[in-house]
């Protein structure tokens, strides 16, 4: 009952290099995409508040002219 422990072939780790390489290059587009939206979402809000701000603004100098 000696068996070795199984062991792949040199060639396998070269077979599937394209694997990992397009695994890691997903990786990086959905990064980029997470970062993108992350960023997009903060300028998005940015805007709200000042035209929330604007909007609260305007009401309250139509409040004091009225």
């Known amino acids: 009952m000696d068996e070795k422990p199984y062991v792949p072939p040199a060639g396998m780790?070269?077979?599937?290099e394209w694997v990992t390489a397009t695994h890691l290059l997903?990786?990086?587009?959905?990064?980029?995409?997470a970062v993108t939206m992350i960023w997009w979402g903060r300028h998005l809000h940015r805007r709200w508040k000042a035209a929330r701000e604007e909007a609260i603004r305007?009401?309250?100098?139509?409040?004091?002219?009225?």
């Open 26 to 33: 997903l990786i990086l587009i959905l990064a980029g995409g």
């Open 13 to 16: 780790a070269a077979a599937f």
């Open 58 to 66: 305007a009401a309250q100098e139509r409040d004091a002219d009225g």
